[in-house]
């Protein structure tokens, strides 16, 4: 299916619009929950911008929309019951705010895989009903769920798909109740463009939040003007694509104060506002070539952006001719975009003859290779550093784009498609598509979609579909899908796929499917699927597969920990270790000396036996599985006093027959030490014990049992007996049966 985007539960910033009489405005508190799921499952097609879609969204409820950082909660390409989890977790959140005098607002955001029945989460379908009935019972006083995915509509649809204007201009209350936007009626696909680097939908909401959709100039988006300004552009961008018209879907049910504001734009540090005279399809980019935003501006009357300070790109087309102008936004200032800041660009715009779109771009006319968003095309670069280069020497204007490249310093270059090679470096403003060499490092501020080879190190800002081999250190901003070589670390910052190698770490800040290995540490902080490898640590929020190191430290772990030490929070699986702990064991069975198991066992047992009048010993593990360490004292036959004390360790089952009545059988390997020189100390005991229990009180037990025994030398003498059961002979092993009674705690 292509591209799925819910827009699920968003609850906003409401500012009231109110009269002079009206009392002044309470204080309001907003929450955003963000979902952004790739992977739909066995047989969609992956999708490549859901959780760029997420972040997006989320970045702009935090700048403009009143949102704060702690607030915000991100969910990322996890499945259903992380999203169980994360709407339990929100619904809290919004709980704890509740105040008398306050009001709230939460908002859930949606983007990724669905379907007419529900959202498509990995392996799992979480219903639409479902999703209705979390968003009614958060405690909040307005609650809004965007929908960024196919069939989206269905949900809006639960209640009738009501459109209810209204509330816009009432003025008798506070605004309440609940909105649901979704980004196509309930029998389209979502759709997502490599252009734009996301969905149509969510590209162009963002935009308009950011004040592309400010139609009364007042600088702020209301709800409704959000969504006219999303619908409109999302119907216009996609009537011609392959999979045809998008038609966002919304039911609302707000009655109250003055229009629901979501963004306001007076609270941004960074203003660009574009000047009277500008007009025309506007795309603003950020340095790094990123879409920002993208509008329709007539002339006539200045539109103003909410932008985070830094250096920007506007191209403009207009009238079938292309221009671009660059420029700085100031921290805390207003920069103004004129008319006059536009330079005609080289290249001309044409269309593909006879108007055929190209699939996903929607119906903005193509540009030649010779310009490409404001760069210049050039087969070949040779050159000894910037400025010393036959991209800058001979007069390209802005951005320079090659398929082949040779420095013998470093290369700076826009869009590479083929190869290029550098003592030095090679700088990429935008993506690559090839192969990329150098001594010391490449770096490439866009996608790369290839490899990467430096002996220092290589860094990508977007996504890698390829390999990145370095002595030194890979880092992959976006992840992506790639393989990461290393001597010294990789570095992957969101989600990705793929192998990591390295012999000091790899590290993913976010979720990972594949292999991990390195000599240092593995870490995932995120869900793991896969193999981790490590000689040092492994470390991961959550874990399908396998965990293979030294120590292994896991969230919740689906699979098996090998290794010395291996903690898990939650366990489904198989722990092999000297100790392993679990906070949480639902199925499975940690094997191990010492077993400490939170909602297993913990028991002091204390009780004679007929070897030793005293013994103390600790069981700890899972339900039906356990290891105990025992400590004894006892004395011989002829002995005045003790003349002995064993340590012992033993592997057993718990059988439980009832609430009160239990079983215990184990096998306990014990160590004899002299004590009073009754015996030289070589000798060692065996036993296998049957404990019979009966439950007094929740945390008291008496028990008692039969046992037997074998005891020998390590050193082929006679057998001291320990037991009143067993005389001391002159063979070398004994065999008698045992008693032991007692109490546990």
């Known amino acids: 299916m292509p591209r799925s985007l819910l827009f699920l539960s968003l609850l906003l910033p409401t500012l009231a619009m109110a009269a002079p009489a009206t009392p002044a405005p309470v204080a309001v508190r907003r929450f955003a929950l963000l979902v952004g799921v790739n992977d739909g499952g066995p047989g969609r097609a992956r999708?490549?911008?859901?959780?760029?879609?997420?972040?997006?969204?989320?970045?702009?409820?935090?700048?403009?929309?009143?949102?704060?950082?702690?607030?915000?909660?991100?969910?990322?390409e996890g499945d259903r019951a992380a999203l169980e989890q994360a709407l339990?977790?929100?619904?809290?959140?919004?709980?704890?705010?509740?105040?008398?005098?306050?009001?709230?607002?939460?908002?859930?955001?949606?983007?990724?895989?669905?379907?007419?029945?529900?959202?498509?989460?990995?392996?799992?379908?979480?219903?639409?009903?479902?999703?209705?009935?979390?968003?009614?019972?958060?405690?909040?006083?307005?609650r809004i769920a965007i929908l960024d995915s196919c069939a989206s509509g269905t949900l809006a649809r639960q209640k009738g798909g009501v459109r209810r204007p209204a509330f816009l201009v009432d003025t008798s209350s506070a605004v309440r109740g609940h909105a649901i936007l979704t980004s196509s009626s309930e029998d389209e696909v979502s759709q997502e463009s490599d252009r734009i680097g996301g969905s149509f939908f969510t590209h162009n909401l963002v935009s308009g939040?950011?004040?592309?959709?400010?139609?009364?100039?007042?600088?702020?988006?209301?709800?409704?003007?959000?969504?006219?300004?999303?619908?409109?552009?999302?119907?216009?961008?996609?009537?011609?694509?392959?999979?045809?018209?998008?038609?966002?879907?919304?039911?609302?049910?707000?009655?109250?104060?003055?229009?629901?504001?979501?963004?306001?734009?007076?609270?941004?540090?960074?203003?660009?506002?574009?000047?009277?005279?500008?007009?025309?399809?506007?795309y603003v980019r950020d340095e790094p070539g990123r879409l920002v935003v993208e509008l329709n501006k007539l002339a006539g009357r200045a539109t103003e952006l909410g932008l985070q300070p830094g250096r920007y790109t506007v191209m403009r087309e207009s009238r079938g001719a292309s221009s671009q102008a660059a420029l700085v936004v100031g921290e805390g200032g207003r920069t103004v975009l004129a008319d006059t800041a536009f330079v005609p660009m080289a290249g001309e715009l044409t269309a593909m003859r006879g108007g055929a779109p190209v699939a996903g771009a929607g119906s903005q006319p193509m540009v030649t290779p010779v310009d490409r968003a404001g760069h210049t095309y050039r087969f070949l670069n040779l050159g000894l550093a910037p400025k010393l280069q036959t991209n800058d020497l001979f007069g390209a204007n802005g951005e320079v784009d090659n398929a082949l490249s040779v420095s013998l310093g470093v290369a700076s270059l826009g869009r590479l498609d083929g190869f290029a090679m550098a003592l030095g470096a090679n700088w990429n403003s935008d993506s690559i598509r090839g192969v990329q060499t150098a001594i010391g490092g490449n770096v490439v501020r866009g996608e790369v979609d290839g490899m990467q080879l430096a002996v220092g190190g290589?860094?990508?800002?977007?996504?890698?579909?390829?390999?990145?081999?370095?002595?030194?250190?890979?880092?992959?901003?976006?992840?992506?899908?790639?393989?990461?070589?290393?001597?010294?670390?990789?570095?992957?910052?969101?989600?990705?796929?793929?192998?990591?190698?390295?012999?000091?770490?790899?590290?993913?800040?976010?979720?990972?499917?594949g292999y991990q290995a390195a000599v240092g540490l593995s870490m995932v902080r995120g869900k793991m699927s896969g193999v981790q490898m490590s000689v040092g640590m492994n470390w991961a929020d959550s874990a399908r597969g396998a965990q293979l190191s030294l120590i292994n430290m896991g969230g919740d772990v689906d699979g098996m920990q090998l290794g010395l030490i291996n903690v898990a929070g939650k366990m489904n699986g198989v722990q092999l270790g000297l100790i392993n702990v679990v906070k949480d064991l639902e199925s499975g069975v940690p094997v191990g000396l010492l077993n400490i198991v939170s909602n297993g066992q913990f028991h002091v047992e204390a009780y004679g036996s007929d070897v030793n009048y005293a013994n103390v010993a600790l069981k700890v593990g899972s339900r039906y599985l356990y290891t105990t360490l025992v400590v004894g004292m006892g004395s011989t036959a002829n002995a005045r006093g003790p003349s002995h004390w064993t340590t012992g360790v033993g592997i057993g089952g718990h059988v439980p027959l009832s609430e009160r009545f239990f079983f215990d059988v184990d096998v306990v390997t014990n160590n004899i030490h002299e004590w009073g020189g009754a015996f030289d100390g070589n000798q060692l005991l065996h036993q296998a014990r049957l404990m019979a229990g009966f439950q007094l009180a929740s945390r008291f037990a008496i028990i008692a049992g039969p046992t037997f025994n074998v005891m020998h030398t390590t050193d082929g003498e006679p057998v001291t007996s320990l037991s009143q059961f067993s005389k001391t002979s002159d063979r070398d092993v004994l065999f008698w049966p045992g008693v032991q009674v007692g109490l546990r705690l």
Not at 460 to 479: F, T
């Open 47 to 76: 999708l490549r911008y859901a959780v760029t879609d997420a972040s997006s969204f989320g970045n702009v409820l935090e700048e403009l929309g009143g949102v704060l950082p702690q607030d915000r909660l991100m969910m990322l």
């Open 458 to 513: 290589n860094w990508a800002s977007g996504p890698v579909g390829g390999m990145q081999l370095a002595v030194g250190v890979n880092v992959a901003r976006q992840g992506g899908t790639l393989g990461q070589l290393a001597v010294g670390a990789n570095v992957s910052s969101t989600s990705m796929s793929g192998t990591q190698m390295a012999v000091g770490s790899s590290w993913v800040d976010g979720d990972f499917e």
């Open 209 to 282: 939040l950011r004040g592309a959709a400010d139609s009364t100039g007042d600088g702020r988006v209301t709800l409704h003007e959000a969504y006219q300004f999303a619908f409109h552009e999302t119907l216009a961008r996609t009537e011609r694509t392959r999979a045809g018209a998008q038609h966002p879907a919304y039911d609302i049910e707000l009655a109250g104060t003055g229009e629901l504001v979501m963004t306001d734009l007076r609270t941004t540090s960074a203003v660009l506002v574009m000047g009277e005279g500008v007009e025309g399809r506007l």
């Open 88 to 142: 339990a977790r929100f619904k809290a959140m919004v709980g704890a705010a509740k105040a008398p005098g306050a009001r709230t607002e939460a908002l859930i955001y949606y983007s990724g895989h669905s379907d007419e029945e529900g959202l498509l989460l990995h392996k799992d379908r979480f219903g639409y009903r479902e999703l209705r009935q979390a968003l009614e019972q958060l405690p909040a006083d307005v």
